[in-house]
Structures are given as C-alpha cells and as structure tokens.
C-alpha cells in the first residue's frame, strides 16, 4: 500500500521503491530503502511525516505515492 494510506503510529516495512534511478538515490540519502524501518507519524492531504531512523521527514503526496509498504 502507498504511504498517503499507510496507519498511522506502526512501525512499517519499505516493501517498494516505485521511482526512477534519481529519485531512489535520493531516498537512500533520506534513509528510505527497501527493507528499511519508518513510522507514519501523520498524512493529511496525502502528505505524509515519517519518523526515518532518528529523524522525521516530510513528503508530499507525488513523492509519498511512490513509496509502498
């Protein structure tokens, strides 16, 4: 399921990465790999706040669409 449907408060599983090779680089740097552990914290709008490893992100609904778990 895309993150903008995600629950909110569970911890998640990156199950895909639905990008081309840029945008998956620059979800590596943000610590958004397949595998890895995140925490929607709130999606209003289809926006999304993730709680990533020690830090919260914000994504707006085209780069959160992109990201299923």
Do not use: C, W, Y
């Amino acid at each position: 399921m895309p993150l903008p449907i995600a629950p909110a408060g569970e911890e998640l599983t990156v199950k895909k990465i639905l990008a081309d090779e840029k945008n998956k680089r620059h979800f590596e740097n943000l610590g958004i790999t397949i595998g890895s552990k995140i925490v929607v914290m709130s999606a209003v709008g289809g926006n999304v706040i993730l709680k990533v490893k020690n830090g919260r992100l914000a994504l707006d609904r085209t780069q959160a669409m992109k990201i299923l778990v």
